[in-house]
């Protein structure tokens, strides 16, 4: 058990570029941290991230690092192997954080969410905006609304060339290059809904208790038989509609587009991240605005891997909690279902959120 001063031993398992550029140097900037294990496929990347960053041990076996004294895991390899390790280290100990999405099927998801509670760890879902100053004020006007009876929720981003076979620009001088298998396969989860739309739910999920029960979708597919982009009407279990949609296409140089709409019983919510709005409308005309400082909601994801050492500390609060993660994947699951069934209607299978429910 970690004591509350630290230090909290950490281990990467799939320490691809965003782990290079985002997790591990954030974990190394901390003084409560030690950096114990990193593992990936291929000997040259792994020694050079290792010497960079002075792991005590590294391996390209992950079941190995399953032998090592550590506190918490971050899984960073494909989506397809999310799973497997996520459930390992949980039951070897861990808190952990997965990369999202967190899994490809919807029953995995769901036993990562049990296990966690089972074994009394943390487990935490790469969801960088849950973490971002103010957004989370969303959750008090959305109390003001009544019941939701409708959502409209947009992502786009930048994304076309990685998605249909290239890279980004902006990338190109990272020493450690993503693999494309993770963006472009499509049996490990390549294509715009789980690679992007992903963020979108999962900010969602984490302000409300919306639950999917049906989806039917369309997809428009680049040749390799990923989506690019993404339209699906969806059927709530509370009885509200949902409007999703996702696309690539933003032009590369400009940012994110995340639009979430509520329309509740007595008022809705507005949330756009590109524009930094979030605005509450109640009868009679009644609006109001929310404050948000200039860049607070410019994407970075610091905060999930912050907040992993925080826990493993006793300190702080799960803002991307695996169930948020797992009412992401059964949605994200029947969108793609749903389009590849050339629109027919997916039922989602109603798990427990937790075995005590």
């Known amino acids: 058990m970690t004591s509350p001063n630290g230090p909290v031993r950490a281990a990467i398992i799939g320490a691809g570029h965003f782990a290079y550029r985002m997790h591990i140097p954030v974990l190394a900037a901390r003084e409560d941290v030690v950096l114990d294990s990193v593992c990936r496929l291929g000997r040259k990347e792994l ?26 895991a971050v899984i960073s390899s494909p989506h397809n192997l999310h799973y497997e390790q996520a459930k390992a280290f949980l039951e070897k100990g861990c808190h952990v954080l997965v990369e999202k999405p967190m899994c490809l099927d919807p029953d995995e998801a769901w036993d990562l969410v049990r296990v966690a509670e089972r074994t009394g760890r943390e487990l935490l879902v790469a969801y960088g905006w849950n973490y971002k ?47 494309r298998s993770t963006w472009e396969a499509p049996d490990q989860g390549g294509g715009y809904a789980y690679g992007q739309l992903s963020h979108a739910l999962g900010i969602l999920y984490w302000l409300t208790d919306l639950r999917a029960a049906s989806v039917r979708s369309v997809l428009f597919d680049a040749p390799s038989q990923i989506d690019l982009h993404d339209a699906a009407a969806v059927r709530f279990q509370n009885g509200a509609t949902g409007v999703f949609s996702g696309s690539c296409g933003v032009p590369n140089g400009h940012g994110f587009e995340v639009d979430i709409r509520l ?50 500390l006793g300190q702080g609060r799960n803002e991307s909690p695996g169930e948020v993660g797992a009412r992401a994947v059964e949605t994200l699951h029947a969108i793609v279902a749903s389009g590849k069934a050339q629109g027919a209607e997916q039922i989602i299978k109603q798990h427990q959120k937790a075995a005590a429910e």
């Open 263 to 312: 329309y509740g019983s007595k008022g809705s919510v507005l949330l756009d991240i590109e524009t930094e709005r979030l605005v509450l409308k109640l009868p009679d005309g009644e609006t109001r605005v929310a404050e948000v400082p200039q860049g607070a909601w410019k994407y970075s994801c610091e905060g999930p891997a912050n907040r992993l050492v925080d826990l493993a």
């Open 47 to 72: 020694d050079l991230i290792a010497g960079e960053f002075g792991f005590a041990f590294a391996t390209e076996d992950w079941r190995e690092v399953l032998e090592r004294e550590i506190d918490i």
């Open 133 to 179: 100053q103010g957004l989370d004020e969303m959750r008090g006007m959305i109390g003001e609304i009544g019941e939701i009876e409708h959502v409209v929720c947009h992502m786009a981003s930048f994304t076309r060339s990685i998605f249909s076979g290239g890279t980004l620009s902006n990338w190109q001088h990272i020493a450690i290059q993503p693999d």
